[in-house]
T-cell receptor
Framework: AQSVTQPDIHITVSEGASLELRCNYS??????LFWYVQSPGQGLQLLLK??????LVQGIKGFEAEFKRSQSSFNLRKPSVHWSDAAEYFC??????????????FGPGTSLSVIP | GAGVSQSPSNKVTEKGKDVELRCDPI?????LYWYRQSLGQGLEFLIY????????KSGLPSDRFSAERTGGSVSTLTIQRTQQEDSAVYLC??????????FGPGTRLTVT
């Protein structure tokens, strides 16, 4: 079955500290992977995506993510967190499946708090 | 360019009434998705439209929920005989291809 797991429901970091948000997936085809951010009261904004090629992808706002096929993971990282990064982060997986429509499966989200 | 827009931004309705939520996707995007997000929860897939193909309705929670997409553009999500458990934020997203989705700001529905 297709699924996305984000093991950390909530993370708190100090401003300026590094950040890593974990994402693991199960998918029966070549995965396309995404990270989205949702600020309070807002819709979701795409941070970055992985389709193929270089397994380290750069996104907006200084975020990056690394695809590790052997671990079925796509962890999101940022070297130095800013107070404005406090938000909900969603990992998602999709990709062409022979037997189903083009769904994108979202993880449950990780809530990030930033301490000044 | 213009992003995905949704209207109304907020809707308060009485239990048992019907509501219609509107989504205007990005021009040229062939795919359109509806999701529901309850307070503090993740995204619950509702329905998916892709071009002229039959929509994937597998996520609709009951037959009180329906959606249509006219002319391959604007979409309307209709909830009949609303219940309190329908209270949530309803998000629409459109996609040009390859599953990359652009989300609207959502409609917050409150059923009293």
């Amino acid at each position: 079955a297709q699924s996305v797991t984000q093991p950390d429901i909530h993370i708190t970091v100090s401003e300026g500290a590094s950040l890593e948000l974990r994402c693991n997936y199960s998918y029966g085809a070549t995965p396309y992977l995404f990270w989205y951010v949702q600020s309070p009261g807002q819709g979701l904004q795409l941070l970055l995506k992985y389709f193929s090629g270089d397994t380290l992808v750069q996104g907006i706002k200084g975020f990056e993510a690394e695809f590790k096929r052997s671990q079925s993971s796509f962890n999101l990282r940022k070297p130095s967190v800013h107070w404005s990064d406090a938000a909900e982060y969603f990992c998602a997986v999709g990709g062409p499946m022979k037997t189903s429509y083009d769904k994108v499966i979202f993880g449950p989200g990780t809530s990030l708090s930033v301490i000044p | 360019g213009a992003g995905v827009s949704q209207s109304p931004s907020n809707k308060v309705t009485e239990k048992g009434k019907d509501v219609e939520l509107r989504c205007d996707p990005i021009s040229g995007h062939t795919a359109l998705y509806w999701y529901r997000q309850s307070l503090g929860q993740g995204l619950e897939f509702l329905i998916y439209f892709q071009g002229n193909s039959a929509p994937d309705k597998s996520g609709l929670p009951s037959d009180r929920f329906s959606a249509e997409r006219t002319g391959g553009s604007v979409s309307t999500l209709t909830i009949q005989r609303t219940q309190q458990e329908d209270s949530a934020v309803y998000l629409c997203a459109s996609s040009p291809s390859l599953y990359e989705q652009y989300f609207g700001p959502g409609t917050r529905l409150t059923v009293t």
